[in-house]
């Protein structure tokens, strides 16, 4: 069975809630459907605004914050990730690899140091989550701090001749500030986040304070034997028709380690090809896959890194491939904007004092009530920003 780009566009688009706002109650489940990346800092507070009716900053900061019914840790790609705080087994715990699946790709980097002491990852991440205990009765104001004191921690259990190496300066840019130890916790703390060991706190002005889970929740995470099962059809709803490739880019593990979680859900699985090419859908999507309407707005400004636009298929979403890296960047990301799910074009925003100038780029030719859409969005988000909107510039079409 084929299935066309239009088709799976739709159907993304209503799975990821983007077909029509949730109402304020939906929070949870817009935040859940595959969890809201959090990098940039604020990228998931633009990604909610489109999602959820009335968004305000203070409604999602109280489910943050007062609530805690949200709950932002290092989950897949060991990316900055918020969710639902009962869904916490399926966002930490089902990333947590069995022996011989690793290793992740944030931990690539890691090799250097390990090279210069002479050490390997099984040896350092058991003194990590050693150290990680700490945080059970405190909070660690920034990131950097966190490094340092973890790092310091460890050093006592370090064999004696390794001290020397590990309070060296860090290779890594930074030996001024930094030693070889703080640059190689990082690397350790994604999967200590994993055993819910560490997360984020409240914020503290424009600084991140860390706690354990425990802490923050005041309850350790509960026990939820699917967890894996559903962190797979997770993925499978937002983003089939898909692959174990796919699915392996979008965790960030070892495809052995994706392979396993996707054999979990292989009997809920049909195929279907995609330009040609296998690829495989919850079977109880099927029917939806192949007759999404067509969403009830079709234009839609989606801020950099939304989880719509973490996809490896970018074809699906945008068929000329030479623009590909106008959206998909390094750094920098772009907001884009939507058409029936489909991108046809970029926008980019400067904050001047309390203004908000934004710079639209269409790939494509839009009409004027189009135009006119797209900056009315521009406004209320701005507003929700609490900002007031500046100067609104269209670029030539590319």
């Given at each position: 069975m084929e299935i066309r780009?239009?088709?799976?566009?739709?159907f993304r688009l209503a799975a990821h809630h983007l077909d029509q706002k949730c109402p304020p109650e939906g929070l949870l489940a817009a935040t859940g459907a595959c969890g809201v990346q959090n990098s940039p800092p604020g990228a998931w507070e633009t990604a909610l605004f489109q999602r959820v009716e009335g968004c305000t900053l203070d409604m999602l900061y109280d489910a943050l914050y007062?609530?805690?019914s949200l709950l932002q840790a290092w989950s897949f790609r060991g990316a900055p990730v918020i969710f639902p705080s009962e869904e916490s087994p399926v966002f930490l715990t089902a990333l947590l690899p069995q022996p011989g699946e690793e290793p992740w790709i944030y931990t690539q980097g890691i090799g250097l140091a390990l090279d210069w002491l002479g050490m390997t990852f099984d040896q350092l991440l058991p003194l990590a989550k050693r150290a990680a205990a700490c945080l059970e009765s405190r909070a660690i104001q920034t990131k950097e701090a966190l490094d340092q004191t973890l790092a310091?921690?460890?050093v006592p259990w370090l064999p004696e001749e390794k001290r020397p190496l590990w309070n060296a300066p860090s290779m890594y840019g930074r030996p001024d500030r930094q030693t070889v130890g703080g640059a190689v916790v990082?690397?350790?703390?994604?999967p200590c986040a994993f055993s819910s060991l560490v997360v984020f706190g409240q914020r503290s002005g424009i600084h991140p304070t860390f706690t354990s889970y425990a802490r923050w929740l005041g309850h350790?995470?509960?026990?939820?034997?699917?967890?894996?099962?559903i962190l797979a059809r997770k993925f499978l709803h937002c983003y089939g028709p898909a692959t174990p490739q796919a699915f392996a880019s979008w965790l960030g593990c070892t495809p052995r380690q994706?392979?396993?979680?996707?054999n979990g859900v292989a009997p809920e699985l049909t195929a279907v090809t995609v330009a040609g090419k296998p690829c495989w859908v919850l079977r109880q999507d099927l029917d939806a896959l192949q007759n999404t309407p067509p969403p009830a707005q079709s234009l839609l400004l989606l801020g950099p890194h939304d989880p719509y636009l973490d996809v490896r298929d970018r074809a699906v979403l945008l068929p000329q491939a030479q623009l590909h890296k106008q959206v998909w960047k390094t750094v920098a990301n772009p907001g884009v904007i939507l058409r029936e799910g489909e991108i046809v074009g970029i926008w980019k925003s400067k904050k001047a004092k309390d203004r908000l100038d934004v710079t639209f780029q269409p790939f494509q030719p839009l009409s004027g009530a189009e135009i006119g859409l797209a900056e009315q969005q521009a406004r209320q988000w701005t507003a929700f920003q609490g900002l007031r909107p500046g100067n609104f510039t269209w670029s030539p079409t590319l």
């Open positions: 780009p239009e088709q799976i566009r739709r007062g609530q805690k310091d921690q460890i990082p690397f350790l703390l994604r350790p995470p509960a026990a939820m034997p699917q967890a894996e099962q994706a392979k396993r979680l996707w």
